[in-house]
Structure formats: C-alpha cells, structure tokens
C-alpha cells in the first residue's frame, strides 16, 4: 500500500526538512520531557531528603560505561558518514561496533546491578537506589531499543539500501539521533547518579 | 505542476490496484490509510463513551438511593462489587476512577483527536494521507491495546482502579487494580506521543501548494497545538505512572513518605518478597506524595485543552459555513490558540492550591491561571462576532456547534473562582468542580463532536445523516444535560463533596441538596434515552441516509472538493489552494462561497 | 542535501574524532573533579557545567544542530523551556515559605531552626 508520500526522501523547499528528520526531532523532543520528569523527581526527592548515600555505587565501571557510550557513538556517527560516501563495507563495520559496545555497556549494568541484588539492596531499599535503578532502567531499556533498531538495520532492513540508498542512509541518520540522544542522557546521568 | 497532477491520478490508479489486492485485514483493519484509521478511532472512542456513560449512570442510582439494590442488573456484578445487588463504596469508587479515566483518555481525545483529526486533516491540508502512515496505524492499536487493558482491570482480583482518575498516593500506591490501570495508561500516553508526532510533521511538511500558515483552516490549526501539547505534557505523566508502577511493584518508595502508616498498620512493600526473604518489611520512606501530582497534574492540565482545542476548531469550521461569512478574528483566533497552548504548561498547580504551598507560588499560578483565561474569552468572543450579521442556517450541526458557545461559557466562567485560590479554598472536591469541568466536555466538547459527526459524516459515508432525528436528539440532549449538570454547582456551593458513594447523604450539610441526586439521575437516563436518536440515526443514515455530492454543504474548505467517501490518496489531482479558508458572501462573486480550491476566474 | 554530501562529510570526520577525543578527556576531568569534594552546590555546579559542554558537543557536532533547520530548533528551544519549568517549579514549591508567617510555637521552634 506504498502511498506516495511527499517529502519522505528530499527535502521540502521551505523547513529544509525530510519528514522522517523532523519527526525524529519531535520523539526526540518527548524525550527529553521523559528523562526530565525523572530528573526532577530526583532533584525533589534528594530536596527532601534528610541524607542522600554517596560511595554506594561502582564509579570506575560507570565511568567506563561513560567511555564506552562516548566511543559507540563516535562509531555511530562514522556509520552514518560511511553511508553518505557511499562505504557500504565501513558502514557495517562501525555500525557492528556500535552495536557491540552498546551489548558491552549492558554487561557491564548487569554486572552493577547483580552487586546490588546480591546484598539485598534493590529500588526497594532507598529512595537513591529506587531514582538508581529507575533512570538507569529506563536508560537501559532505550539502550536495547537502539540496539533492535540497529541490529535491524544490519539485518533484514540492509535490504533497502539496494532500493532506495538515501531513504536508507537517511534513517541510518535518524538512528544515530536517537543514539545521540541516549548517549546524551547518560552523559548527565553519570555525574548526577555517580559523582554527586 | 504536470508531474504532481499525472503522479496523483498515477497515485490513485496504482493505489486502488493496491485496493483489489488487499485482502480484508489489510484493507479494514490493519489500513495504513488515515480515513479507515481516523473511523477505527472514533467508532471505538463512540463505544468507549457509550461505555463510560453507563458506569455513570451506576454511580447515579447509588447517588440518588444510597444502599438500595441496583434494579434488573443488580446481580451481574457479583458478590465482591455489589452483593445483593447492593453496590459497595468500593465498586463505587471503581465506577468513578473507570468513568473519568475512559471518558478522558478511552473517548473524547481518540474521538477528537484520534478520529477527527485523523481523517480531516489530511484532507484538509491537501494531503494523499499522513506523513508516516504505518506509525498512524500503529498508534491505533495500542490504544486499542490500553482500552483492552482498562476494560480487563475490571476483573482482576480486587476490581478496577479505585483512586480517582487522578491516581494520587498513597492511595493508589497501595490500593488494589492500579497495576494495570498504569500499565493501560503507558500504552495511551505512548500511542498519543507516536500520533502527536504524526500531526505535526504531516501539517508541516504536507500542505498543499498555496497553503500557507495563515491560510490553514482553524480545525488545523486547533489539532497543531493540540499535538504540540501532547508530545510534550504527556511524557512526564508516563515517567510518573513508570513511578508508580515501581512502587506497587518493586517496592520502591517513590511517593510514600516515611513512616507512613495506613489502619494502624505501617505500610508494608514487596520489599522482602522482592530480597527473598519472603516477609513484607517497611518501606524505606522518604517518598513524596506531592511529585505525583506535580508530575500528573504537568500532562492533566494541557490535556484538559487537548479536550477542548479540537472542539474549538469544529465548531470554528461549522459556524464559518452555516453563517455563510467570514469567521471573525482569524488572526486573533490563531493567535489565541498558540497563546493557549503555551499557557497550559504553566498553570497546572491551581489543581494544587490545598496541598499547602507557600503564597509565593500560590500568586504564581493564581496570575497565570487568570491570563490563560484570556485567550479562551478571546476565541469564544471571535466564534460569537462571526454570528452578527449572518445568515444562519440551522441545521443540526449548527445547533450543535451553536449550543456549544453558552455552554462553553459556563463552563469557562465557572471555572473562575477555582482558580483563584480564597474560593478554591470553599470549591475544592465539590461538585462545584464536577459542574465546572463537565460543563467545558460534555455540553461543550461533546456537542462539539456531535456537530463533527453530522458535519463529516457525508464526507465520510456519501450520505447525509436524517435531520429530523438529528434535531430531535439535539433538543433533547440539550435540555437533559443541562438538568443534569446544573444542579451541581447548587450542590457544590453547598459544599457537598465530590466522590462519595452514597451521593453525599451522610454529611448533615448535604441534607437541603441532596434531592437533586435524584433529579440528576433521571435527567442522566432521560440524556441516555437521548442518544438512541443519534445512534439509530447514524447507523440507518449508512445505508439509506440521501445521498450527497463532494460539497454537501457548500463549504470552502479543501476537503470538499475531494470525492464522498475520497478514494486512496484522496484528490483526483493535485489540490492547489488559492485563497484563505473562509471566503464565504465574497462581494462580486456569483456564489455566496468561494471554495479554496476554486482557481481565480481568468 | 543541505552541506551533508560526500565532500562535506569527508571533511567533518576529523571533527568527529577530535569531539569524541574531547569528550573522553572531559569525562576524565568530571571523574577528576569529583575527586576535589566540592561543597554540594558548588559540586553541582561544577557537574552540570562539565556535562553540559559535554552535551553541547555531542547536539552541535554529532547531532548536527549547528547546522539545522528553524523548525528544529523551534521544538527544541520550546522542550528546553518547558524542560526548566518542570526542573525548577516543583523545586520551588518545596522552599516557598517566603510569605507564609512562621509563627513557631517557642518549643517546636526549636525543631524548625536552621533550615
């Protein structure tokens, strides 16, 4: 039921815009209304408090996530720019690697998490490890999010590079906004969970 | 432009070979086109309001006879809800949270927004369909999926949602049927934020030649902000049912403060449970039960003129064709709109003023409150000025669309001393408030739908519904609406409470209202009663309503210059737009409308 | 396609690498910083300027919203303003006794000093 819909490869004259980049803009947009609630019940909360833990989790692994989240979207970016030299062979690779630090940054979360588990101490055991475990959850469920997208994109969805490279290379784009986006996230999420 | 012309009929052509290959899920249920999901939206947001009018009616027997078995049915519902057929506070309670819940997210917004939005829009910005086609179809069947869930939260152990729409711990921390009442929400939220972000791009990106902003029908207009307001208010309302959800799951304590204790009893968690040490333990505390209100209360008042916009625009565009002239305050009314929608991020406290916040914040809100209540006067006062001087015809959408200006009104001006804390202060949790807001949706935003669906429904089906019927259920619904939401600001400047089971009847100071609980009750069945004219109306008018041409009612904008029912892709060729939306009674011209579509005479 | 054809983004790989390398380093300096045990809003602040020209780089560079639409920025100047409203309004509420009389009882005034 291929519709032709305008503007969904070329630009529309007057925003400049294919639909597809300002509808990522948009998601994009809810998302940071999303993660902000979530910051502001922890700016409320740690208000609040009479006394808010410090020294409670892992911060050399959270700083290597940091690393590694940086790294995967250097990769990410290369990826995209593969893409529009026409580098299909490099495409996939950065796009594997991305991917691949992506399933690193979740091992090592599992392994953070299963320290706490093991002591007992889940969300349920402080208001702290309650807004931990809930904003890095969530995080992490955007990371597998991203991680489908893309193992979709060097999977099944490789396909339509044959038929339409710019459609393609356009959504590779928008992928890596997201990916962007999420590594943005976490970016404030370490210092404020870790460090402060 | 030749290519587009030859490519929109080439569109069609291959489009409807598309048709016969469909086969019938394809076609009907799982369509990517933006008319077949705009009529999935609002069929099933018509169902769900039927739905949430009879738990009303339920709640209106228990009102008016607190304590007598509920006739006929009394013994469907079991013996954990009503035994004896005699409805417990707690089926009560069930009735309320469901009927806020569903008439808000389950019915009028997939009405307004959902259904109207959906298959109008593109039509009326020229488009072949919305800009992301398979994302439209998907935000339909998730909120399929929430209303299932709502639906189904009935019978889980311990019943449905019993802590008010608005959901507020510690209650509904604690209280049973709120588990998957959040898990429903999360689905709506997620399928209006996907359907929010569909709107905007398609009025972005796919407006027809000679389109401009300021050209754009007001309808479109309306659903613009409209959208705007849901891809931003909504997410923090997911992140605090997420909240929730955590704390009635894994025991966190996100909203209960320390030490909290409920019948004499600290209040417990899944904690231990959860460690695996199989005894519930305390909560950890240190929660707050005000976060989820400024976290619900940040979505629920933008969603209140998520409500109210769309109304707004179908009345604008019924009354510019049946006043056969111009609407009055184009740029005012644009203007308004976007104003409006701003506002209502920063007004959301006067929902708060008794949770004991400091003056400070207080007059911060309060101030706001009163400006946001200007634009609202502004776009009232243009619909009414476009009414001086015309030559109305009054036909049922008309009335419709008419009926909403004075009801809107009160509404509106009811709403006044609510926000403004010192008679806030006496109004709060009365019914006062339930006459306030029911007055702005349901003999406003509603009628206003109504009016969209007598208006529409040639556009959609090629036949025009029955006047007769059309004008009878107008009438009748008018004065029983009226009968049965008036009397409660009687009530709630009486100070009787909202949300009480036995419809008041234990408080003393009740005593000289309380008859109106009765009176409510019979005007709700008699509205009930009502609406099997608009019901048998709309069915029969499927098949025998007369039939109609593409511009029924002589209207400008661009949909009706589009077949009835438009086919795949929506135009023959391609729609060029020459004029602003409303040219109607054009000095000179030969008829007393002058299409936007119609190219200027050489 | 608006300054991201094959030329252009040949020329912004090496952008890529030095803002990634950038960033690396500015995480080292905030894993750094933490080490100094700041007073808390100074630490806060410390934090929150570091990410945000973190954040900056990443929108800017990697996102390329130096290069992007009005419409774009539109929505995002819009989420950004919204974004503090819910940051800092609530926040307020939890300080705002200015105006509200405090008429401390003698006894639970001592409870109440010092906040």
Redesign the interface.
């Known amino acids: 039921m291929d519709m032709n819909i305008p503007y969904t490869v070329e630009?529309r004259p007057d925003?400049?815009?294919a639909n597809g980049?300002?509808g990522i803009?948009?998601f994009l947009?809810s998302e940071?209304?999303l993660f902000?609630?979530l910051?502001?019940t922890y700016?409320?909360l740690r208000?609040?408090a009479t006394e808010w833990p410090h020294g409670e989790l892992n911060?050399p692994l959270g700083?290597i996530n940091?690393?590694i989240l940086?790294?995967s979207?250097?990769t990410?970016?290369?990826a995209w720019?593969s893409l529009?030299?026409?580098q299909w062979g490099r495409h996939r690779m950065f796009l594997l690697i991305t991917v691949v630090l992506a399933i690193v940054f979740l091992v090592n979360k599992y392994f953070e998490y299963a320290a706490h588990f093991a002591t007992g101490e889940g969300p349920w055991h402080s208001t702290f490890l309650a807004v931990y475990f809930t904003m890095t959850g969530l995080h992490g469920l955007h990371i597998i999010g991203g991680v489908i997208v893309m193992l979709y994109f060097l999977g099944p969805g490789a396909k339509l590079y044959q038929k339409n490279p710019d459609q393609f290379t356009n959504r590779i784009e928008y992928t890596?906004?997201y990916w962007?986006?999420v590594?943005?996230v976490w970016?404030?999420l370490?210092?404020?969970l870790y460090?402060? | 432009m030749d290519h587009a012309t030859t490519h929109g009929t080439a569109a069609h052509d291959h489009a409807h070979d598309h048709a016969h290959e469909l086969g019938f899920w394809r076609k009907y249920v799982f369509s990517l086109d933006h008319k077949v999901i705009g009529i999935q939206y609002a069929v099933t947001g018509l169902l769900f309001l039927l739905f949430g009018f009879s738990l009303m009616m339920l709640m209106r027997w228990n009102m008016a006879y607190p304590g007598r078995p509920i006739p006929l049915i009394g013994n469907w519902f079991g013996v954990d809800k009503a035994p004896g057929g005699i409805m417990l506070p707690e089926f009560y309670n069930q009735l309320g949270a469901m009927h806020g819940t569903i008439m808000v997210f389950l019915g009028v917004v997939p009405l307004a927004v959902g259904g109207f939005g959906n298959f109008v829009m593109p039509l009326q910005i020229g488009a072949p369909d919305m800009a992301f086609p398979k994302l439209n179809m998907m935000s339909y069947w998730v909120y399929f999926c929430g209303g299932m869930t709502m639906l189904a939260s009935f019978f889980q152990k311990g019943g449905a949602a019993q802590s008010g729409w608005t959901s507020y711990p510690p209650l509904a921390d604690i209280n049973p049927g709120q588990t998957m009442w959040l898990i429903g929400m999360v689905f709506l939220i997620t399928s209006s934020l996907l359907g929010s972000i569909n709107f905007i791009v398609t009025i972005?990106q796919l407006r027809a030649k000679g389109l401009s902003y300021m050209r754009l029908p007001f309808f479109v207009w309306a659903q613009f902000v409209t959208s705007?307001l849901l891809l931003?208010a909504f997410p923090?309302l997911e992140a605090a049912g997420i909240l929730q959800l955590m704390d009635r799951v894994a025991g966190t304590s996100f909203f209960l403060p320390s030490g909290l204790v409920v019948s004499n009893k600290i209040v417990t968690t899944m904690t231990g449970v959860a460690a695996g040490t199989g005894a519930a333990s305390v909560a950890s505390g240190g929660g707050n039960p005000?976060?989820w209100q400024?976290l619900f209360w940040?979505l629920a008042h933008p969603e209140v003129y998520v409500l109210i916009l769309p109304a707004m625009g179908i009345v604008s565009e019924i009354v510019a064709n049946n006043t056969r002239k111009p609407l009055w305050g184009y740029k005012a009314l644009v203007y308004s709109a976007v104003f409006l929608g701003f506002m209502s991020?920063?007004v959301w406290?006067h929902h708060m003023f008794m949770t004991g916040?400091?003056?400070?914040?207080s007059a911060f809100f309060q101030t706001t409150t009163m400006i946001i209540s200007i634009p609202s006067v502004v776009i009232l006062t243009a619909l009414l000025m476009s009414l001086v001087g015309a030559s109305i015809r009054f036909n049922t959408p008309m009335l419709f669309a008419l009926a909403f200006l004075p009801m809107f009104g009160i509404g509106g001006l009811t709403g006044l001393p609510l926000g403004l804390a010192p008679s806030d202060i006496h109004l709060h949790d009365t019914y006062y408030v339930i006459g306030h807001f029911h007055y702005v949706v349901a003999p406003g935003t509603i009628f206003a739908l109504f009016a969209g669906v007598y208006y529409w429904f040639p556009k959609a089906t090629g036949r025009k519904m029955n006047e007769m019927l059309g004008q009878l259920h107008f009438w009748t619904s008018f004065v029983t609406i009226n009968l049965v939401f008036f009397p409660m600001f009687i009530e709630g400047l009486a100070g009787m409470n909202r949300r009480m089971y036995d419809g008041g009847a234990q408080y003393a100071h009740n005593k000289a209202v309380l008859h109106w609980n009765v009176v409510q009750g019979y005007a709700a069945w008699a509205l009930g009663l009502a609406q099997l004219f608009f019901i048998i109306n709309f069915f029969m008018s499927i098949k025998w309503g007369k039939a109609v041409d593409r511009n029924p009612w002589e209207a400008t904008t661009l949909e009706w210059s589009a077949p009835s029912p438009p086919p795949h892709g929506n135009f023959l060729s391609e729609p060029i737009v020459y004029r602003a939306p409303y040219e109607y009674s054009v000095p000179g011209a030969a008829k007393d409308f002058t299409p936007q579509f119609e190219p200027e005479r050489a | 396609?608006?300054g991201?054809?094959?030329e252009h983004?040949?020329k912004?790989?090496k952008t890529?690498?030095m803002?990634?390398v950038s960033?690396?380093i500015f995480?080292g300096i905030?894993?750094g910083a933490?080490q100094f045990h700041f007073v808390?809003p100074v630490?806060?602040t410390v934090?929150?300027i570091?990410?945000t020209i973190?954040?900056s780089m990443?929108?800017s560079v990697?996102?390329h919203l130096n290069q992007e639409?009005?419409?774009?920025y539109g929505?995002?100047v819009?989420?950004?303003f919204?974004?503090i409203?819910?940051?800092t309004?609530?926040?307020?509420?939890?300080?705002?006794?200015?105006?509200?009389a405090v008429k401390a009882i003698p006894a639970a005034a001592e409870h109440t000093g010092g906040h």
């Open positions: 630009e925003t400049g815009l980049k300002l803009w948009l947009a940071v209304m902000g609630a910051f502001s700016i409320i208000v609040g911060i700083a940091t690393v940086i790294c979207s250097v990410m970016v290369m720019a529009k030299m026409h890596g906004l962007h986006f590594d943005l970016i404030f370490f210092p404020v460090l402060l | 972005v705007f931003l923090p005000l976060l400024h940040f991020f920063i406290a916040m400091g003056t400070t914040m | 396609m608006s991201h054809d094959a983004v040949q912004a790989l890529y690498l803002i990634g960033l690396l995480t905030t894993v933490n808390v630490a806060i934090a929150l570091i990410a973190k954040g990443v929108a990697f996102m639409k009005r419409w774009i929505a995002l819009l989420t950004v919204f974004f409203v819910l940051m309004l609530p926040l307020f509420f939890t300080l705002d006794n200015i105006g509200t």
